[in-house]
């Protein structure tokens, strides 16, 4: 019974590392996309459709980062091409998402798939205690890969630093010679694929089905975890862990017969954010560790 | 590659003529998806953006439909123009529509006239409660205002959800997570026109929406109020050098918009529906966003904008019936729509220029 929490726990907190994963990256070089809530969705439904009809995970999974990476280019066109409003054409990029995806997954509501393998032998998973942590999938594995590989880039490497360049100051980026709009269209591209992998793995393994908005919030809670994890790759893996168990204490608590409205349990992670951001607004880091310049729009004299 | 530079001066022509040019290039947009989607791109258009303004009722229930668009939108303009950005609306009309029905249920017995004008200041306290506490935590503690006021959107719609399948659930409702009916002096009554009667739904609320908006243009135009919260959005300095308070005029702003969104959901329920259920908004508090960018955050073009996408939802309706065609399409259009809108508003602020040599980009 605690193993199967402890499993539900980890797998849920999947899709937050990897949607506040690449949103990290994008807000560190300067860019806010609110737009994460469509991107995940459009994830969602380009795996499952075409893991639907190719019948293989891969395809599905392929499929979900290229929408992903797709939906984020309309935003970059925007942002980086118009310098738009970006609080408004996040805004604009969830309501596109949500309704793309709707139509395009009509056709596939109430049919299912098969979800993603295990990676280990089930002798390893049916170990005591440690075992849960072998009972999972290849994207599970990967994501916390993926958080380890940005902390790399972004704090070991040169182009870590201009990146971070670009989001701090892009003006002093510019004269240095970097050339922040190709940075900035890296790194949104890259959050875009996050986001739609993070969306892939909600049908393909959470639920291994499709429904019309069934993110549920979860791109907007990668976004506040991301204030959360105060901008650092390895605070994002706790901190989804700890969002992870806040959500599934729902289904725990209809397993159990607690007594409380099952409304006050789903409602949790939602609180629980709001709690969140306010403990980190208090200590007042997040205004220090924000990106100086994110939001701003980088116009480059001609 | 193109690049922007800024124009000295904010042309007239681009200012009237992008709404129109953006709502065009949608209905191409919608052509070509129609046509991708495989359903005949003229019907479906017709359904869409002619359908809804053949006869005079259908007429009257686009303003029916628009009526929560004007009153949440016009809020959100006064709250967009200084660069506060509530995106609950949707939770602070639940919570509108909760607060008035709490107190529609409990005198459900009463004939008194004044029912339906304490509902309103009820819900108009309900919603700018659910915004109070987003403007406090902002201006206290600089929390995001646009991730808790979504937060508590979610929270308010769980909320309600818990009121009208637990405490609130009518005996008489079989099981269905509905509650009793309003007493009838709770409900807004249709609006009677001499010689013609009723014209479908038409309400005394839509002439309350296009008040409000009316009102709230006079006050952004014509009032100190207004003069502040312009300067807030184009330079919050000069505010605090002029001796105005931020603070002071960002809670104001968040209670005016926070309590006409729950205005809103009590004048939705009170018109429309007559009892509290789970759903009572269709993302009404999301779309009112679309309205205020439409309207180029003018109040009283709100009312024009709030009857165009109230012309998308019902003509979605429309085309949903006669040619099958998802009602989700019709977030697809709101979304593009605000795209060209946004991509239009970079055109007013900078001129486009392209070079053709890649190296001069550099050098300059």
Redesign the interface.
């Known amino acids: 019974m605690i193993d199967a929490l402890v499993l539900t726990i980890l797998m849920t907190s999947v899709p937050l590392i990897l949607a506040a994963t690449g949103e990290l990256v994008v807000e560190r070089s300067g860019v806010l996309n609110l737009g994460l809530e469509g991107m995940m969705l459009m994830g969602a439904v380009s795996a499952f459709a075409l893991t639907y009809v190719s019948g293989s995970l891969l395809v599905g999974l392929l499929a979900g980062v290229i929408s992903g990476c797709l939906t984020a280019a309309i935003f970059g066109f925007f942002v980086l091409g118009l310098a738009t409003n970006q609080v408004a054409t996040g805004l604009a990029l969830t309501i596109f998402g949500t309704g793309l995806s709707g139509l395009i997954g009509s056709d596939f509501v109430g049919k299912a798939i098969e979800g993603l393998p295990t990676v280990f032998p089930e002798t390893l998973s049916n170990m005591s205690f440690i075992g849960v942590f072998f009972a999972l999938d290849a994207i599970a594995y990967l994501s916390v890969f993926i958080a380890l590989l940005v902390w790399i880039f972004l704090f070991k490497s040169k182009y870590g630093l201009v990146l971070r360049a670009c989001g701090i100051s892009h003006n002093s980026a510019h004269s240095l010679g970097y050339k922040v709009l190709t940075v900035r269209w890296c790194s949104i591209l890259f959050g875009g694929m996050m986001a739609g992998l993070g969306g892939a793995y909600l049908p393909l393994m959470l639920t291994p089905h499709w429904s019309e908005g069934m993110t549920s919030g979860r791109g907007w809670i990668a976004l506040a975890l991301v204030v959360f994890a105060s901008w650092m790759p390895s605070r994002i893996i706790y901190g989804a862990i700890l969002f992870g168990a806040i959500t599934i204490m729902q289904l725990a608590g209809q397993a159990r017969g607690w007594t409380i409205p099952p409304q006050f349990l789903s409602s949790l992670p939602y609180i629980a954010t709001i709690f969140v951001l306010v403990l980190i607004s208090s200590k007042g880091t997040a205004k220090y560790l924000a990106p100086s310049d994110l939001t701003r729009p980088f116009i480059s004299s001609k | 590659m ?5 124009r000295k001066e904010i042309s007239l022509f681009f200012t009237i003529s992008i709404p129109i040019i953006s709502i065009l290039l949608t209905i191409i947009f919608g052509f070509f998806i129609f046509s991708i ?1 495989g359903y005949d791109p003229g019907k479906a258009l017709y359904h869409f953006f002619i359908s809804p303004l053949s006869r005079l009722d259908k007429i009257a229930d686009l303003f029916v439909k628009a009526c929560p668009l004007l009153i949440i939108g016009t809020g959100l303009v006064l709250c967009f123009r200084a660069n506060i ?1 509530n ?1 609950g609306a949707e939770g602070q009309l639940i919570m509108g529509a909760v607060f008035s029905g709490g107190l529609a249920l409990s005198f459900s017995e009463t004939q008194s006239v004044w029912l339906l004008p304490a509902m309103a200041i009820f819900s108009f306290i309900g919603g700018a409660l659910w915004a109070l506490f987003p403007a406090l ?1 902002k201006i206290k ?4 205002e ?3 006021t ?3 959107t ?2 308010a719609s ?2 309600l ?2 009121l009208v ?2 405490p609130w659930r009518s005996p008489t409702s079989f099981g269905f997570p509905l509650t009793k009916y309003y007493p009838d002096v709770a409900l807004i009554s249709k609006i009677y026109f001499p010689g013609i009667g009723n014209i479908s739904q038409l309400h005394w609320g839509v002439f309350i929406a296009i008040l409000i908006c009316l009102l709230c243009w006079f006050a952004m135009e014509k009032t100190v109020f207004g003069f502040q919260i312009k300067l807030i959005g184009d330079s919050p300095q000069a505010l605090r050098f002029s001796g105005f308070n931020e603070s002071k005029t960002t809670i104001t702003l968040f209670i005016i918009s926070g309590g006409l969104a729950g205005l809103a959901g009590m004048i939705e329920v009170s018109a429309n529906i007559g009892q509290l259920q789970p759903n009572i908004s269709f993302g009404y508090g ?1 779309t009112a ?2 309205v205020a ?1 439409l309207a180029r955050l003018n109040p009283a073009a709100v009312i024009i904008s709030g009857l165009l996408i109230a012309l998308i939802e019902v003509g979605g309706d429309s085309a949903q019936i006669a040619l099958a065609i ?1 009602k ?9 729509l ?2 060209f809108l ?2 239009g ?2 055109l007013t602020k ?1 001129e486009i ?1 392209f ?1 053709y040599n890649q190296k ?3 050098n ?1």
């Not at chain 2, 503690?141 to 995001?144: E, I, P, S």
Request: hydrophobic share 55%.
């Open positions: 193109f690049y922007l530079t800024p989607l950005w995106i935590l503690l600089r929390t995001n646009i991730l808790v979504l937060m508590l979610y929270v769980l909320f959800d818990w399948r637990g999301f966003i679309i960018f998802p989700v399409v019709t977030g697809v259009f709101k979304g593009i605000l795209f946004l991509a508003e970079t900078y220029g070079n001069s980009s550099l300059d």
